[in-house]
């Protein structure tokens, strides 16, 4: 149950776009369609954007989207802006009936 | 409106045990698997458990197995986590959450917990 490796950091100007990585194995992200998105803002509990790879929940914006290739997940919030200033972690089924989140990325909305 | 409601959270000596609660309302609670999931102040999130909606099937991350024990009222709309051998390393914040299509799709706001003598 090793956690998913993502960049502790990425940032980016207003209007522009980043993409956080999410990398595992083919025992966790690349085995299971199951992947899933959060931001966290300080303080808060975290929030569900993404959900089975590519899915957004009602009310989140299309600016965020999620996609898979292999062993790595990876979610774009495309025209930043200051709120999507946060934490985002990716997590995923990891088989036997577990899951494993990701170390987590901070955003930065330069 | 779904919310998730958690309590229990305190301190305790290292070795000591603590029940946490979380109080589901909503939705039908016994349609739903439900996790806990915690989290060190300051940093990442970490899945600890998860049970299944009528409460047969249950499961752990590695770091609390043999510690930990899920358990669900579904009578009471109520998920508990029963946490024995309590170590320092298990301070943090603990969050009920909500299982849909194996993601996380409800939180409650998180109880604390802190392990220290």
């Known amino acids: 149950q090793s956690a998913l490796t993502q960049p502790p950091s990425a940032s980016g100007s207003p209007g522009q776009s980043v993409t956080i990585s999410c990398i595992g194995t083919s025992s966790d992200v690349g085995g299971y369609n199951s992947v899933s998105w959060y931001q966290q803002h300080p303080g808060k509990a975290p929030k569900l954007i993404i959900y089975e790879v590519t899915k957004r929940p009602s009310g989140v914006p299309d600016r965020f989207s999620g996609s898979k290739s292999g062993n790595t997940a990876s979610l774009t919030v495309s025209g930043l802006q200051a709120e999507d200033e946060a934490d985002y972690y990716c997590f995923s089924y990891a088989g036997s009936e577990t899951y494993v989140f990701g170390l987590g990325t901070k955003v930065i909305v330069l | 409106e779904v919310q998730l409601v958690e309590s229990g959270g305190g301190l305790v000596q290292p070795g000591g045990s603590l029940r946490l609660s979380c109080a589901a309302s909503?939705?039908?609670?016994?349609?739903?698997?439900l996790h806990w999931v915690r989290q060190v102040p300051g940093e990442g999130l970490v899945w600890v458990s998860r049970v299944k909606g009528d409460g047969s099937g249950t499961s752990y991350a590695d770091s609390v197995k043999g510690r930990f024990t899920i358990s669900r009222d579904n009578a009471k709309n109520t998920l508990h986590l029963q946490m024995n051998s309590l170590r320092a390393e298990d301070t943090a914040v603990y969050y009920c959450?909500?299982?849909?299509?194996?993601?996380?799709?409800?939180w409650g706001q998180g109880t604390l917990v802190t392990v220290s003598s």
């Open positions: 959450v909500r299982d849909y299509s194996a993601a996380c799709d409800y």
């Open positions: 909503g939705f039908t609670f016994n349609s739903y698997w």
